[in-house]
């Protein structure tokens, strides 16, 4: 069981907008600055958002990030098929001086 | 573009232990507010971050796997590297290495090898 929380799936369809969130703990999301990956099938994970709401070169500006107190959130604008795959929120965890991940998220677009 | 790349057998033996490379392309690996991580993903699961290391040799490991981990660094070939020993079924998983950015509060792993399968079996 992750110490950040998210929920096991979220489905929405083509062209909506969905949200995934991620709780975590005054250690952790109450501390540190946010990522989150999007890791469609059979690859590796890729970075979608950084230090909460910052985007990587390339990243569309349908995906977005926020923070507030110990919990995150994802949102996707403008749904594609494309866009189905797992999604993760990770972030440093002050007291164990670790890296966390969350359970991760799968998005069906439906 | 920077390029990470992991190596190593993709099955090992229970109680043996596992050891693997990431080798770094089109990069430095002797970069600052950069560590060279790890991180698994068992069949059909999560991910698990296990560690990282500076180019130094400084190290942060995950609490739950610390007393199995050893990562390395030779900065001369731009690899680091990954040994758990006493393995178990467990253990069997995609093992992707990664750039881990780390700058005060804010960590991200931003460039990702493509991962390797690590079978533990008999």
């Known amino acids: 069981q992750s110490v950040l929380t998210q929920p096991p799936s979220v489905s929405a369809a083509p062209g909506q907008k969905v949200t995934i969130s991620c709780a975590g703990s005054?250690?952790?999301?109450?501390?540190?600055?946010v990522s989150w990956y999007q890791q469609l099938p059979g690859t590796a994970p890729k970075l979608l958002i950084y230090e909460n709401n910052k985007r990587p070169s390339g990243i569309p500006d349908r995906f977005t990030g926020s923070k507030s107190g110990t919990s995150a959130t994802l949102g996707i604008t403008g749904l594609q098929t494309g866009d189905e795959a797992d999604y993760y929120c990770g972030t440093w965890d002050s007291s164990l001086s670790a890296e966390l991940f969350g359970g991760g998220t799968k998005l069906t677009v439906l | 573009q920077l390029q990470l790349q992991e190596s190593g057998p993709g099955l090992v033996k229970p109680s043996e232990t596992l050891s693997l490379t990431c080798t770094i392309s089109r990069g430095s690996i002797n970069t600052s507010s950069y560590y060279w991580g790890w991180i698994r993903q068992p069949p059909g699961k999560g991910l698990e971050w296990i560690g990282g290391?500076?180019?130094?040799?400084?190290?942060y490991y995950n609490p739950s796997l610390q007393s199995r981990v050893t990562i390395s660094v030779d900065t001369s070939k731009k690899q680091f590297f990954l040994n758990l020993n006493s393995l178990t079924a467990a253990d069997t998983a995609v093992y992707y290495c990664?750039?881990?950015?780390?700058?005060?509060?804010?960590?991200?792993?931003?460039?990702w090898g493509q991962g390797i399968l690590v079978t533990v079996s008999s």
């Open positions: 005054s250690s952790n999301i109450g501390k540190n600055y």
């Open positions: 990664a750039r881990l950015s780390i700058v005060e509060m804010a960590t991200h792993h931003d460039f």
């Open positions: 290391i500076y180019y130094s040799g400084s190290t």
